[in-house]
């Protein structure tokens, strides 16, 4: 398969290329297009095979269920038996965004689309581009991010063709992303709403809009034996190919603690990478030193993350330490991808 790639400018579309495109979707082809979070490998939501397309071209497991992309609030109700009042007011705060909201599914979803589950995850993405391919995709794109299963999420259109070139149909390139991690995902068949993977919108944020909502206890394990209700829950995401190691704790302790570890690694012949931010970078004279962005502006942060794991690759080191991100909103996400693709591996000085 030759995958098309057709750049445009999201502020303004080549609609002649996203009819194209929409076509694909509705004779149950791939297309990847951008969204205000990470790049995702769109498909028609409501056909089967065209999910097991999706999971093919990805090599991700069948039971790790899909995100349904809508574009227009009307279109929620045909795929989803029943929309709580609450999920109604967190939507019309910060939908279209980088919210996913889960709800028992309507008989029209295929089980293709959610892993085998009675729930179905559903977005509303906030991206010009996306808006536009959804719609004239048939309106329901069933969409993860646009890598290879477990490698670090697409924040550019080059990392979607590095790793899916020639395996899907067609990629929309609209430029780099705005936010860089996935949606904020909450769960709304549980009694008390539950956030089963943080992202840009918090808990605080949701709590403002809805009143109680929890955290799920196992949002940070990197394994379990539950069949996974949404995306990210089950199986190690966003990994490098070296081995990482966050580093927590005060500053000076970390850095410390980093140069130490890149000295003993150098020393036994390895090739290591440090990720840090532009208030510590000066801080690690030996190894390959990557600025992920600045503290002051934790945004930074986030949308750099996975572009940053992704140049460690390409340099080919073997081990990765990065310092911890205890930022005021995005810290718990940030972390989250990050404890992710290192595998749990964390050590505390």
């Given at each position: 398969?030759?995958?098309?790639?057709?750049?445009?400018?999201?502020?303004?579309?080549?609609?002649?290329?996203?009819r194209e495109?929409?076509?694909?979707l509705?004779q149950?082809?791939?297309v990847?297009?951008?969204?205000?979070?990470?790049?995702?490998?769109?498909?028609?939501?409501?056909?089967?095979?065209?999910?097991?397309?999706?999971y093919r071209?990805?090599?991700?497991?069948?039971?790790?269920?899909?995100?349904?992309?809508?574009?227009?609030?009307?279109?929620l109700?045909?795929?989803?038996?029943?929309?709580?009042?609450?999920?109604?007011?967190?939507a019309?705060v910060y939908?279209?965004?980088?919210?996913?909201?889960?709800?028992?599914?309507?008989?029209?979803?295929?089980?293709?689309?959610?892993?085998?589950?009675?729930?179905?995850?559903?977005?509303?993405?906030?991206?010009?581009?996306?808006?536009?391919?959804?719609?004239?995709?048939?309106?329901y794109?069933?969409a993860?991010s646009?890598?290879?299963?477990?490698?670090p999420?697409?924040?550019?259109?080059?990392?979607?063709e590095?790793?899916?070139d020639?395996k899907?149909?067609?990629i929309?390139d609209g430029?780099?992303v705005?936010?860089?991690?996935?949606?904020?995902?909450?769960d709304?068949t549980?009694e008390?709403?539950?956030?089963?993977?943080?992202g840009?919108?918090?808990?605080?944020m949701?709590?403002?809009?809805?009143?109680?909502v929890q955290?799920?206890?196992?949002?940070?394990?990197?394994?379990?034996?539950?069949?996974?209700?949404?995306?990210?829950?089950?199986?190690?995401?966003?990994?490098?190919?070296?081995d990482?190691?966050?580093?927590?704790?005060?500053?000076?302790?970390?850095?410390?603690?980093?140069?130490?570890?890149?000295?003993?690694k150098?020393?036994?012949g390895?090739?290591?990478?440090?990720?840090?931010?532009?208030?510590?970078?000066k801080?690690?004279?030996e190894?390959?030193?990557?600025?992920?962005?600045?503290?002051?502006?934790?945004?930074?942060?986030?949308?750099?993350?996975?572009?940053?794991?992704?140049e460690?690759?390409?340099?080919?080191?073997?081990?990765?330490?990065?310092?911890?991100?205890?930022?005021?909103?995005?810290?718990?996400?940030?972390?989250?991808?990050?404890?992710k693709a290192?595998?749990?591996?964390?050590?505390?000085?």
């Amino acid at each position: 398969m030759k995958t098309k790639v057709i750049r445009m400018n999201p502020q303004e579309l080549d609609m002649e290329g996203i009819r194209e495109a929409g076509e694909i979707l509705r004779q149950g082809g791939l297309v990847a297009f951008p969204t205000e979070t990470v790049y995702g490998l769109g498909g028609n939501g409501l056909d089967p095979q065209a999910s097991a397309k999706i999971y093919r071209a990805k090599g991700r497991p069948s039971d790790n269920p899909l995100i349904i992309h809508i574009a227009d609030m009307e279109d929620l109700e045909k795929i989803v038996k029943e929309v709580p009042e609450s999920a109604k007011k967190l939507a019309s705060v910060y939908w279209p965004g980088p919210l996913t909201m889960i709800f028992q599914k309507s008989d029209i979803v295929p089980y293709e689309t959610t892993g085998g589950m009675d729930t179905v995850a559903v977005r509303m993405p906030d991206h010009p581009l996306a808006q536009a391919l959804i719609r004239a995709g048939g309106g329901y794109v069933a969409a993860p991010s646009a890598n290879t299963s477990g490698r670090p999420s697409p924040t550019m259109a080059s990392h979607v063709e590095e790793d899916l070139d020639g395996k899907i149909d067609m990629i929309l390139d609209g430029g780099p992303v705005g936010i860089g991690l996935e949606s904020t995902i909450v769960d709304f068949t549980e009694e008390i709403p539950t956030i089963l993977r943080p992202g840009y919108i918090n808990q605080e944020m949701v709590r403002r809009v809805i009143g109680q909502v929890q955290m799920d206890r196992g949002l940070i394990q990197a394994d379990s034996k539950v069949k996974p209700k949404a995306p990210g829950m089950k199986y190690r995401h966003y990994a490098p190919k070296a081995d990482l190691t966050v580093v927590e704790g005060s500053p000076k302790a970390v850095q410390e603690k980093i140069c130490a570890l890149v000295e003993e690694k150098i020393r036994a012949g390895e090739k290591v990478g440090v990720i840090a931010t532009e208030e510590s970078i000066k801080a690690y004279p030996e190894g390959i030193v990557k600025c992920i962005g600045t503290r002051a502006d934790e945004e930074s942060i986030a949308r750099h993350l996975f572009a940053v794991l992704r140049e460690f690759d390409d340099c080919g080191v073997t081990y990765i330490y990065s310092e911890a991100f205890d930022t005021p909103q995005m810290g718990q996400a940030i972390m989250n991808r990050l404890m992710k693709a290192a595998g749990q591996k964390k050590i505390q000085v």
